[in-house]
């Protein structure tokens, strides 16, 4: 499928079509050309693309709520002016379990949260384990080499991410197996088209009970992983988290790194492709290669948009925010923007500012597993190189450099490719 | 609310209105402290929320964690005077203290 017929933005639904979900980009700039912050007319939105509007907004928990990132518009609420807001967002969150994770929990309750990840991924913790990384990628990249020819999503994204967050977390070594090859399904993720996703499809997801098992053993048999950290964590009281909170954040954790370091993977191999000489210039100088990752995110992010529902009225950017409005954080917009970001289209590996770009998102929710998502995206790329070269499309399959054919995901909230094929020779 | 003074490394001064209970780096945010980035929200996994100060304010801080030992040594800062502002909670007695930001958080 290509997305080569221009389209109407202002009669076109961002969140049912599928032409602006494969190719974003024109969708935003048609917004960014009315201003930073732009109610779009349908379904309360208001899209944002301004990079500094979009900080002051997710630095703001008081006025913004959470509740709203995995749904979207889709919220199961209808704002009811007449009644306090705080009563309405939690009735909607006790009445709609999937509402209730890290991601999507407001002020103390979400505090609560973080207490328990407080620490766990940090830079210098990935660099510990690091050794095994480098590991699996030899071994899984050992499985397709003789092909000369992988599919990034299938033959090398989804393993590595699964084994390398399995062994971070502690997950035991015999239910690897079993954990290898879980893999959400396109169409039934947060942020799907139309709104509709059944959660319970969702293998990631039905691993509480699992995670449960290991945490009560973590807290009798304590071990060296993240799983026993995160059962020793308090809370600023002093006091122990109850094992259910303890599970909720070790599983949204497990599952939150997995499609989305995959579609990094994928990102940073088509602009490897897309770029002669890029792959000559990260092996004579892989101190580059961390900047590459952070570039590939700026440029190729897979977390396109995210939400904010609006508890108060609060002006930002020059714009009033009235209660009930959805805000759209277009992340792959800001990471755009021509007022931070210069010639903000193109590729460019030597920007002084690239670290700047809100690919992990910022404040209170920003993403806990950036470290490892970095180191992740790093090594990967090191251990391709050193073994692939002449890393290019599969032309039979994506057609030549002019026609690109790429199934997308049908998602108004992540953007990626469904299956990547590319062809390579070996070193 | 406790008066604390955000030095900026050109010199620029915030004064914020902070809230005891809440972390240091949440009051500077919410007070758009510029030198305060705190790229991950306060995990303790960033280290973009570096702060300095005289040694004296040390005693009405918690002592750091091993893992905010460990992201502090990332960023080679050493001794008393040096903290991660999102580990640190305002108390009331720290009216009047000021607090000097790196040149770079990153
Ligand atoms: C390239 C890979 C990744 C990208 C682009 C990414 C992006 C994001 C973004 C944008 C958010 C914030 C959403 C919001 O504020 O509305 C987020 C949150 C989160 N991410 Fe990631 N992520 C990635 C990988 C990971 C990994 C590997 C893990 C786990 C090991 C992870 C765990 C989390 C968690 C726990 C949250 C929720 C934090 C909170 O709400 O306090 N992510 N991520
Ligand atoms: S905000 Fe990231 S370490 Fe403090």
Not at chain 2, 39 to 64: K, V
Request: charged share 25%; glycine share 8%; aromatic share 8%.
């Amino acid at each position: 499928m290509t997305s080569q017929t221009t389209i109407d933005y202002a009669k076109t639904d961002v969140f049912t079509e599928y032409a602006i979900a494969a190719d974003p980009h024109g969708f935003f700039e048609y917004l960014r050309a009315q201003g930073p912050i732009v109610p779009l007319g349908n379904r309360n939105v208001v899209a944002v693309t301004g990079y500094d509007e979009g900080c002051a907004i997710f630095r703001d928990d008081e006025n913004f709520s959470a509740i709203n990132t995995v749904t979207g518009p889709y919220l199961p609420l209808d704002y009811d002016p007449h009644r306090p807001m705080d009563e309405q967002i939690d009735s909607c969150r006790a009445q709609n379990g999937y509402l209730a994770s890290i991601m999507s929990e407001d002020t103390s309750a979400h505090e609560k949260s973080k207490a328990i990840l407080n620490g766990i991924i940090t830079p210098a913790r990935m660099k510990a384990n690091e050794a095994y990384m480098y590991e699996v990628a030899d071994q899984i990249i050992d499985e397709f080499i003789d092909k000369g020819r992988f599919n990034v999503v299938t033959d090398f994204g989804q393993p590595f991410a699964q084994l390398v967050i399995a062994e971070l977390i502690g997950v035991p070594e015999e239910d690897r197996v079993s954990v290898r090859g879980m893999a959400a399904d396109p169409n039934q993720m947060p942020g799907n088209l139309g709104g509709g996703f059944d959660m319970s499809a969702n293998p990631l997801a039905r691993m509480g009970m699992q995670f449960y098992g290991y945490v009560l053993d973590r807290r009798a048999n304590p071990r060296d992983d993240v799983l026993t950290r995160l059962c020793q964590q308090t809370y600023d009281d002093g006091s122990l988290p109850p094992p259910e909170a303890v599970v909720a954040v070790a599983t949204f954790l497990f599952g939150a790194g997995q499609d989305t370091t995959v579609q990094l993977f994928a990102a940073m191999l088509r602009l490897l492709a897309d770029n002669p000489g890029l792959e000559d210039r990260l092996r004579a100088e892989p101190a580059l290669i961390p900047d590459f990752v952070d570039e590939a995110l700026r440029i190729e992010g897979v977390t396109k948009s995210t939400f904010r529902y609006v508890r108060n009225r609060v002006t930002i950017g020059g714009f009033t925010f009235e209660p009930g409005q959805h805000v759209m954080l277009n992340i792959a917009a800001m990471n755009r923007d021509p007022a931070k970001y210069e010639a903000p289209n193109a590729f460019n590996l030597d920007r002084k500012n690239v670290r700047t770009h809100v690919a992990f998102g910022r404040g209170l929710h920003a993403c806990a597993g950036g470290p490892l998502a970095r180191a992740e995206g790093r090594v990967a790329v090191e251990r391709l190189l050193a073994r692939l070269k002449n890393i290019r499309f599969d032309e039979g399959r994506h057609g030549p450099a002019n026609a690109r054919q790429f199934q997308y995901l049908p998602n108004y909230s992540l953007y990626g490719v469904i299956e990547q094929w590319m062809e390579f020779d070996r070193v | 609310m406790v008066k604390i003074t955000f030095v900026e490394h050109d010199g620029q001064e915030t004064e914020v209105d902070a809230r005891p209970g809440l972390s240091l780096m949440k009051n500077a945010v919410a007070a758009n402290v510029p030198g305060v980035l705190a790229e991950c929200g306060g995990n303790c996994a960033c280290g973009t929320c570096r702060i300095y100060f005289d040694a004296e304010w040390a005693r009405l801080m918690p002592a750091p964690r091993e893992s905010e030992r460990e992201m502090l040594d990332y960023w080679n800062e050493e001794g008393e005077g040096v903290r991660l502002s999102c580990q640190v909670p305002v108390v009331e007695d720290m009216a009047g203290m000021v607090l000097r930001l790196p040149e770079s958080q990153n």
